[in-house]
């Protein structure tokens, strides 16, 4: 089976919930940290659709494959994003790297890298099991 498309679903989740992020972030101090779960809420749309189209939840290997294509998605708009940064701020990578030290760079990087590992598994994991039990008692319950 292709799952092309709920990688699909998984990108343009991932791309509106970002812009929907930043747009409020202009409006409210909600801190950068908050993007951490832009991943997590693209790989639960894409289970979810998963779930809608097929009547249950990935196989085994259906959902490691969802969930490495999709951290290798994320890694990319992250380093799109980054990369169109530092072209409007060219010295504000090293700025941060002269503020903190390589070593905790790197350590931040990787870091965050497992977190978003871990929420995207996450998303495609427990969420996407919930949304299957909540599909299948609004079924069964009588109209």
């Given amino acids: 089976m292709s799952l092309n498309r709920y990688l699909g679903w998984f990108v343009l989740t991932y791309l509106g919930a970002g812009l929907v992020l930043a747009f409020i972030g202009t409006f409210l101090d909600i801190g950068s940290g908050a993007s951490a779960i ?15 189209d097929h009547g249950r ?43 903190v030290g390589w070593v905790l760079t790197v350590v931040l990087l990787i870091a965050g890298l497992l977190v978003t590992y871990g929420l995207i598994w996450f998303g495609y994991g427990w969420l996407t099991s919930r949304t299957l039990r909540n599909r299948t008692k609004r079924v069964q319950q009588p109209s």
Avoid: C, H, Q, Y
């Fill in 38 to 52: 832009v991943p997590m809420i693209a790989a639960m749309s894409a289970g979810d659709r998963f779930v809608r």
């Fill in 57 to 99: 939840i990935p196989t085994s290997s259906e959902k490691w494959a969802l969930v490495n294509a999709s951290f290798a998605i994320a890694v990319v708009l992250t380093a799109v994003t980054i990369l169109a940064m530092v072209l409007t701020a060219p010295d504000a990578p090293l700025a941060i790297v002269d503020a």
